[in-house]
């Protein structure tokens, strides 16, 4: 079902744009009953939420090259590759629109990667900073700019961040 479900919720995005998809044509769309999306995610938001953050997975293996920063470079270069698809930037652009007052599962996933870089480098950046200087305005120009996102934003972000520590 939740492969079904997360094709059929990527297709009618593309199509209508995710502010005209509805639980029950996502269920229709995927053969299943609306019912069902209802029990497992309780709401089109939760459900955008989710899918919106499924190929950037946690569980995914993240660059270790003992190198700070070249591993934040490739771990950025894959977020820009990743919100260049527009079907991935519709999602995570409605994500945003209904996470509302709560952290996204986006953010929420992204900062614990930050977390774990700082920690595994024993770095003197902060994830905060990584957070601030690297995924903030690559999301931000996801959902604002997308035609900013470049070849060489990542490498460009990377690089505002070391030059801003000692």
């Not at 089109?44 to 997975?57: G, K, Q, S, V």
């Not at 995570?92 to 900062?111: K, M, V, Y």
């Not at 972000?157 to 000692?166: D, G």
Request: aromatic share 6%; with cysteine; proline share 6%.
């Amino acid at each position: 079902m939740l492969a079904a479900v997360r094709s059929a919720l990527e297709e009618l995005v593309k199509e209508k744009g995710s502010e005209y998809v509805t639980v029950p044509m996502i269920a229709e769309r995927a053969g299943v009953n609306p019912s069902s999306i209802y029990r497992r995610w309780g709401d089109l938001p939760t459900l955008i939420n989710e899918i919106a953050t499924y190929r950037l997975d946690p569980a995914r293996p993240l660059p270790d090259s003992g190198d700070l920063r070249q591993d934040l470079l490739a771990w950025a270069g894959e977020l820009v590759t990743h919100y260049s698809i527009p079907v991935n930037a519709a999602l995570l652009r409605a994500g945003a629109a209904t996470a509302g007052e709560q952290e996204s599962d986006c953010l929420r996933n992204r900062r614990s990667e930050a977390v774990m870089f700082v920690e595994r480098a024993g770095a003197v950046i902060g994830s905060d900073e990584i957070i601030d200087h690297i995924v903030a305005p690559v999301i931000y120009r996801v959902i604002f700019a997308p035609w900013t996102l470049t070849g060489e934003t990542a490498a460009g972000l990377v690089e505002q961040l070391f030059s801003r520590t000692p």
